[in-house]
């Protein structure tokens, strides 16, 4: 683990440990602020697969990207406090509530995936953006990084380390991604011993009213499409997510935001080692004890807070 007496001359590493009492204190995101009357809707088309996204807010844009089991309305919270300087965009993954679900688990390849995010970019008018990802929208996001820099102005990442970090003891952690590579989503107990389906996915919601919307969500995704991102793109060997093993990353140049819930079990806080050792610019590193993967609704107000300030500090 890293420990606070590590330094590197190459780089500022600003890490920032958030204490639990904290998360009730800080202010600043409309926690109960529901966006889905005001947002705007709309879609990109990326080589005939309609990617829907939803946005509010002007100025630099942001593209924010879910994960496993989850769709745009995951970032409500962060939509709601970068709105005031940011133009905010929430898209759904390929598979996903109102996305298209291209039939084929070829169709769910990392270039794919990749590409639906530069889709959106041009579709708003725009040649870069800052782009955020969490779990699944964590790999797209890193791997977007690595293969179109040049629309990649600053990165944010919660709960995905760097793929370089994906080593023997992480993919021990990650043994239901086996099970999602072998199986079926027609299986009875695929999910982590349950069956697939609106209800069971939500699992992981809290707030009851949010139920509602993911349930109604899942109903309109393709399950089948969910288990192709693990069937494509999780490694069966070595290497990170969306890269064939032994492949070689580039640097990254620009500044990196990482968020990692300390109380996630599939994706371990030892995998946030080195992360600075691969990167060319500044690194912030925000740990959070008590919230678990899921760290942008767990710790909903410090991620939103921490995120916009960071943003901010950057805005030319």
């Known amino acids: 683990m890293w420990r606070a007496g590590e330094r590197t001359n190459r780089r500022r590493l600003a890490v920032v440990t958030a204490c639990a ?3 009730a204190s800080l202010g600043g995101a409309a926690m109960g602020s529901d966006l889905m009357d005001r947002v705007e809707h709309g879609y990109a088309d990326s080589d005939g697969v309609k990617i829907h996204y939803a946005t509010i807010g002007e100025g630099p844009l942001v593209v924010m990207i879910h994960g496993f089991p989850d769709f745009w309305y995951s970032w409500r919270h962060q939509m709601e406090a970068l709105s005031s300087d940011f133009q905010v965009v929430a898209t759904d993954q390929r598979g996903y509530n109102k996305s298209d679900s291209p039939d084929g ?6 270039r794919y ?3 639906d995010v ?3 970019i041009r579709h708003l008018g725009r040649d870069k953006a800052t782009i955020v990802g969490h779990d699944w929208g964590g790999a797209v996001a890193w791997q977007f990084a690595f293969h179109v820099p040049q629309m990649t102005e600053r990165l944010i990442i919660l709960n995905l380390p760097h793929p370089n970090a994906n080593n023997q ?3 021990a952690n990650s043994g239901y991604a086996r099970k999602f590579q072998e199986g079926s989503a027609s299986d009875p107990d695929i999910l982590f011993g349950m069956p697939m389906n609106p209800q069971t996915l939500s699992f992981w919601v809290q707030d009851p009213e949010a139920k509602k919307h993911y349930e109604a969500a899942f109903e309109r ?3 089948d499409a969910m288990l192709a991102y693990y069937k494509q793109n999780y490694p069966r060997e070595g290497g990170g997510i969306g890269q064939a093993p032994g492949q070689e990353l580039p640097r990254l140049g620009m500044p990196v935001l990482q968020f990692h819930g300390l109380d996630d079990t599939a994706l371990h806080s030892d995998g ?3 992360t600075w050792d691969w990167l060319d610019s500044d690194l912030t590193l925000v740990t959070v004890p008590g919230a678990n993967h899921f760290v942008q609704e767990d710790a909903a107000d410090l991620v939103a807070t921490t995120m916009k300030w960071w943003l901010l500090s950057r805005v030319e």
């Open 169 to 171: 003891e992480q993919q």
């Open 221 to 223: 995704s393709d399950f």
């Open 272 to 274: 946030l080692n080195n």
């Open 105 to 110: 688990e070829e169709n769910y390849n990392m």
């Open 113 to 115: 995936l990749v590409g």
């Open 21 to 23: 009492f904290l998360l």
């Open 118 to 120: 530069a889709a959106v």
